[in-house]
């Protein structure tokens, strides 16, 4: 379902409030559940049971679409499988992995965020503290302006979630700039309701991979193999992603590239300052106004105050 942009109301209805899904009968006051009442439904049924299907999880890793999380589990994979399976890192299914190797149990979420329910940035779901309640988090962040882009790609050329520019993906009440610093403020105020939180950036996965790799498996009370650690940052550079993406290597259809050529691979990038290529003065204006109001649990350079 795409996310409709109209010109002069990012997302509007003729005559009616914002709306967050291509079907302008539901709008995001239409319903608690979600936008639209059977759409809610099913999303309220998915949500309870991402809920009660980690509760046998020993760790979870939160994160926004497009932080990261897919080059993080690529690196824990290729070193749960070489140092405790023995074998090839073709499955990123984390969670099945560490139980296979008897290792604590780690699973991944968005947590509300995930850019194909485009729920709207006051909506409950959107940080619903159930899964922090006496957890070990592991929470990924990456500067919003990089993220946005990224999410952007994603939406037009991967999953056909958005139709617009980048400066109304940004301006959108479901997607954009607004959506991601408010997640990341519930984020930072739940974190007293979880055992122990681990927060890392993808800044910091770009810049010192093993360091991260490293963080993230003390954390988890996996032993760490310095020489595994080193392979695993190494198969997880991303010309080599890209190009085990491009051949098929991964098991699982969301590491098949989308359309666009370049702009639709789910390796696609992996640029840090990157969104200066993308945006406009204006974006970038409107972006800072916003994490002056709303505020940021990391000051990024140049996010809230003069540009960099």
């Known amino acids: 379902m795409s996310v409709a942009s109209n ?3 990012v997302g509007a ?3 009616g409030p914002p709306v967050c899904c291509e079907d302008t009968r539901f709008t995001t006051r239409s319903s608690l559940l979600g936008p639209g009442v059977v759409r809610g439904l099913r999303l309220w049924r998915t949500h309870y049971r991402e809920i009660i299907t980690k509760r046998s999880d020993d760790i979870i890793i939160v994160s926004y679409p497009k932080s990261g999380r897919t080059w993080q589990r690529v690196m824990l994979c290729h070193y749960i499988n070489s140092v405790y399976l023995d074998q090839e890192a073709r ?3 984390i969670n099945t992995l560490t139980r296979r190797a008897g290792l604590p149990r780690i699973s991944y979420s968005h947590n509300g965020s995930n850019l194909r329910h485009a729920l709207p940035v006051g909506h409950w779901m959107v940080g619903d503290p159930l899964i922090w309640w006496g957890r070990k988090i592991i929470l990924l962040l990456r500067d919003p302006r990089d993220l946005l882009v990224s999410a952007y790609m994603h939406a037009i050329n991967r999953s056909n979630t958005f139709r617009g520019s980048l400066s109304q993906f940004i301006r959108h009440p479901c997607m954009g700039i607004e959506k991601v610093l408010t997640t990341y403020q519930r984020w930072d105020a739940r974190k007293s309701l979880a055992s ?5 950036t993808y800044e910091m996965m770009h810049y010192q991979p093993e360091a ?3 963080e993230v498996l003390g954390f988890a009370g996996i032993p760490v193999d310095i020489r595994a650690v080193e392979n695993a940052a190494e198969f997880a550079r991303f010309e080599n992603l890209k190009a085990k993406e491009r051949e098929g290597y991964f098991i699982g259809k969301a590491m098949r590239s989308g359309r666009g050529g370049e702009a639709g691979m789910k390796i696609r990038s ?3 300052g990157g969104f200066a290529d993308h945006m406009r003065g204006e974006d970038l204006d409107y972006i800072r106004s916003a994490a002056l109001r709303i505020g940021a649990p990391i000051e990024w350079p140049g996010l809230s105050g003069e540009r960099p």
């Open 212 to 214: 991260a790799l490293r």
């Open 196 to 200: 122990s939180v681990l927060v890392q």
């Open 7 to 9: 010109s002069g109301n």
């Open 270 to 272: 992996g640029k840090v």
């Open 13 to 15: 209805a003729a005559g």
């Open 91 to 93: 499955s990123l299914n």
